[in-house]
């Protein structure tokens, strides 16, 4: 397994933007496909967006498409999370991810690494 560990998370107002970072130790971020996902209170954990090994394939969430963005750089073996146009229902604990699996899944059982959430808190 990997160590992984997010940053970027805080408060800011609706319509704002945050970048969320994802750091790896221990291995390789580039021998995983890569994902985030989101947790509010009282809610299941929720998939945001995932990316290919090589970055060259990504996936969102239907919550999310068009206003978030997952990158990865593997020469700093890290994973980002670009949000724009943040709305409230964005709030919640968000959590970096990693799987060896061969294809992008959206399923949260599917990935066996998880960082220690960072929260987003969006004001309205």
């Known amino acids: 397994q990997v160590q992984l560990v997010e940053s970027g998370g805080g408060l800011v107002q609706a319509g704002g933007s945050l970048r969320l970072s994802c750091s790896a130790s221990?291995?390789?971020?580039?021998?995983?496909?890569m994902g985030w996902f989101r947790q509010a209170p009282g809610k299941e954990r929720e998939f945001a967006a995932a990316i290919s090994r090589t970055g060259g394939r990504t996936i969102y969430g239907d919550s999310v498409k068009g206003r978030f963005t997952i990158f990865r750089d593997n020469s700093k073996n890290t994973v980002y999370l670009q949000m724009n146009s943040l709305k409230p229902e964005d709030t919640a604990v968000y959590y970096c991810?990693?799987?060896?699996?061969?294809?992008?899944?959206?399923?949260?059982?599917?990935?066996?690494?998880w960082g220690q959430g960072t929260q987003v808190t969006v004001s309205s």
């Open positions: 991810s990693a799987t060896s699996r061969s294809q992008l899944t959206v399923a949260a059982q599917d990935f066996g690494s």
């Open positions: 221990g291995r390789t971020l580039s021998s995983y496909i």
